[in-house]
Structures are given as structure tokens and as C-alpha cells.
Nanobody, 122 residues
Framework: QVQLVESGGGLVQPGGSLMLSCVAS????????MGWFRQGPGEAREFVAT????????LYEDSVKGRFTISRDRADNTVYLQMNNLEPEDTGVYYC???????????????WGQGTQVTVSS
């Protein structure tokens, strides 16, 4: 049984930073694509970042390029999302997902975590 558990969300002021973690069980993260998605208030869920299986190539949504970094720790079987220079528009529930191909389409992922809330506000 595959489980993904996110943590690290919270309230932060604009310009601040947060690091989200996603611990996986039942699946070795380096053998699968791992992605982060988010859903803002009243909005559809959208792609944020993904890291491929194997070589770990990364892909980012345009609005987070240069501010967010996705990475993984094989020893801890954990995927991270380092978020810097946060903006109010980054507010939402952040979800970790696992699939076979590192794509921006959420249909490419077959397991999802429960999400962690990120609120950017002064």
C-alpha cells in the first residue's frame, strides 16, 4: 500500500520561505516520478513542480521558476519542495503525488497525499 504524507505547511509573510516534505511508504521515490500540485481557494488544482525517476530531471510551473526547488532524499524516501520569496498567490493546499512519468498533467499520477496548507499573508 502506497502512502504519501506531506508536512511543513503553515502561515508565512510575503517574501518568506517554507520547506514542504513528502514522506513515501510502499514505493521507492527514486523509481517513480514525484510531483507537487496546489489548489488555491476556489481554484482548480494546478501543477507546481515534478522530479523524474532515475536521473531526477525537474520541471516547474512558470510562476515558481527561480523561487521553488524540488528535490529528493533517497535515504529518507522523502521529496521536498523548498519555497522561497513566497507571494500571496502561492496560498493553497499543497499536494504530493507519485506516478510513472514526470509530467505537469495530474492524470500522470496515481497516488496522492492528503495535502498541507500554505498561507502567505501579512
Amino acid at each position: 500500500q502506497v502512502q504519501l504524507v506531506e508536512s511543513g505547511g503553515g502561515l508565512v509573510q510575503p517574501g518568506g520561505s517554507l520547506m514542504l516534505s513528502c514522506v513515501a511508504s510502499g514505493r521507492t521515490i527514486s523509481e517513480y516520478a514525484m510531483g507537487w500540485f496546489r489548489q488555491g481557494p476556489g481554484e482548480a488544482r494546478e501543477f507546481v513542480a515534478t522530479i523524474s525517476r532515475g536521473a531526477g530531471s525537474t520541471l516547474y510551473e512558470d510562476s515558481v521558476k527561480g523561487r521553488f526547488t524540488i528535490s529528493r532524499d533517497r535515504a529518507d524516501n522523502t521529496v521536498y519542495l523548498q519555497m522561497n520569496n513566497l507571494e500571496p498567490e502561492d496560498t493553497g493546499v499543497y499536494y504530493c503525488a507519485s506516478g510513472t512519468v514526470a509530467v505537469a498533467d495530474e492524470r500522470g499520477y496515481d497516488y496522492w497525499g492528503q495535502g498541507t496548507q500554505v498561507t502567505v499573508s501579512s
